[in-house]
């Protein structure tokens, strides 16, 4: 699991669409989804509901989202301290 996948997957839950997602880390939409797709595989289930040009979040999309953003949160103000205090 990598911190990029991450980051990936909760800008996707958040607007759920992989192509603004795309467009927020100038990659490819195809990036992001075969991303978030690796991602699922090794966590054994899905993220998102797939439909056609749509996405939303299924149950267990939902609780992960959820704990990533209290752990970026915390991630981030930890980085920003640090940049304060240089």
């Given at each position: 699991?990598?911190?990029?996948?991450?980051?990936?997957?909760?800008?996707?839950?958040?607007?759920?669409?992989?192509?603004?997602?795309?467009e927020?880390?100038?990659?490819?939409?195809?990036?992001?989804?075969?991303?978030?797709?690796?991602?699922?595989?090794?966590?054994?289930?899905?993220?998102f509901?797939r439909?056609?040009?749509?996405i939303?979040?299924?149950?267990?999309?939902?609780?992960?989202?959820?704990?990533?953003?209290?752990?970026?949160?915390?991630?981030?103000?930890a980085?920003d301290?640090i940049?304060?205090?240089?």
């Amino acid at each position: 699991m990598e911190l990029l996948q991450l980051r990936y997957f909760l800008e996707s839950a958040e607007t759920e669409s992989f192509v603004r997602t795309a467009e927020k880390y100038r990659v490819p939409p195809s990036s992001v989804s075969a991303s978030v797709k690796r991602l699922e595989k090794e966590l054994k289930t899905s993220l998102f509901i797939r439909g056609f040009n749509r996405i939303t979040l299924s149950d267990h999309g939902k609780c992960l989202r959820d704990a990533l953003r209290e752990a970026f949160s915390s991630l981030d103000r930890a980085l920003d301290t640090i940049s304060l205090s240089d």
